[in-house]
């Protein structure tokens, strides 16, 4: 099974980081996702999944501190440390996918990757 995502992106005062880039889970293991990011003020993160031979496909928009929980992932948010976690409790071919964290910055208009 591997999961595997992306990078690092910058983008005039956002500077976001994901790790690891690449992570094998065992079935059955957990697997988790750290996004960190700098940013002098941010709106919200969101995190996409993109499955092979598909489109990115948006899974939940994290806006405030704490966690949530869908399609059998949590997802965490921290905006004063500014990182937001993914974490797969129980590791299923069917997670076998790119995870990638976006954070909406308050920069000149746009939605930063
Ligand atoms: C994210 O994961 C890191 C590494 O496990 C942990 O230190 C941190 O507290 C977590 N933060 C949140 C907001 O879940």
Known sequence: LLLSFSFTLICSRILLN?????LQASLGEQAAITCG?????????????????SRPEHIITCV???????????FSLSRSDQVSNLTILNSGIQHSALYFCAVQAHCAHHTVW
Do not use: C, H, M
């Not at 501190?65 to 949590?74: C, F, P, S």
């Open 18 to 22: 994901q790790t690891p880039q690449n």
């Open 37 to 53: 990011f700098k940013a002098s003020s941010f709106g919200s993160v969101q995190w996409y999944r993109q499955l092979s031979n």
């Open 64 to 74: 405030s501190d704490g966690t949530e929980y869908k399609d059998n992932i949590i």
